[in-house]
DNA sequence: CTATTAGGTTTATAAAATAAACTACTTTAT
DNA sequence: ATAAAGTAGTTTATTTTATAAACCTAATAG
């Protein structure tokens, strides 16, 4: 390839909202993020599944009073698979 | 949505591709486009098809001598798209 | 008690990307 | 002249993804 490949997990508009979104606020909530996205809850929680398999975030569920509350941090390992996302599409958006 | 929606046409890696090199040249053919994107024969027909049918391309077949040659250029709608989805995924990006 | 809402997850369906197989024709070698 | 290999693609089939619909559990409101 002439241009570099993009990471199939953050090529995603949801998936990719969904990491941009977390990077700027350092921990969000299910519902915030929900919210933020415009997704539906099922779609997220597939998605927030497959970057936590990936390593891109951390998930934790715990309950505050009653409710559960799931939680979403990104990693260390999240931000630089981000970052190395941002660079290689700008390959393609400034030819 | 608190993030702008990506054209689904040109949110893919090799369909972004070509309209990257198709902007940047004005004219390519098949096997240059193939080359310079490192996609499959296959692949490529597939989604130049969609490109042509969205309106973003121009496709001409003809004969250069005795071997077909598929030759595409990108066309002002085409354009349009590519800025407006240039614009839309650097909301993503830079958060 | 039943109906609705909150916060999700799981399963099913639709759409997309990719690869593999095929077509049609040309060139090269025998 | 004919067989083998290469060029330029297209079509079909398979796999992956994304999305939506249905479901679950607990809590609260009427």
Redesign the pocket.
């Known amino acids: 390839m002439a241009f570099r490949a993009l990471d ?1 997990l953050l ?5 990719l909202a969904v990491m941009s979104l977390l990077i700027s606020v350092e921990s969000a ?3 915030y993020i929900k919210e933020q996205t415009g997704a ?11 970057l936590s398999t990936a390593g891109y975030i951390e998930v934790s ?1 715990h309950f505050e ?6 939680t979403c941090k990104v990693t260390p390992k999240g931000l630089d698979a981000f970052e190395s996302y941002v660079k290689s599409i700008q390959q393609y958006l400034k030819p």
């Open positions: 199939p090529h995603s508009q949801l998936r909530d299910f519902v539906t809850a099922g779609n997220l929680s597939v998605q927030l599944d497959k569920k009073g009653k409710k559960p509350k799931t």
